[in-house]
């Protein structure tokens, strides 16, 4: 199996049920509908509805923000 079809079949835990307050990016991708490289993007630009903070260089997406995007709300 090639590798990307792996990542791609991850499963995620809903948001309703996430304990964690912070999200790697993969996940934040999947539950906002989009690719991890477009949340790169946002990260790295400052420009996207949502930013990470960084930890050690990674990104962490805020699981709060994430639920309030997604019922229609705007982190900005």
Known sequence: MHINTIHSMRI???LATE?????????AAFHL??????????????R????????NGRLAWPV???RELLAGGTSK
């Open 12 to 14: 995620y835990p809903a």
């Open 19 to 27: 304990t964690r307050t912070h999200v790697e990016t993969d996940c």
């Open 33 to 46: 509908n989009r690719q991890s490289q477009t949340m790169r993007i946002w990260a790295c630009l400052e």
């Open 48 to 55: 996207g509805p949502i930013r990470p903070i960084r930890i």
């Open 64 to 66: 709060a923000v994430l």
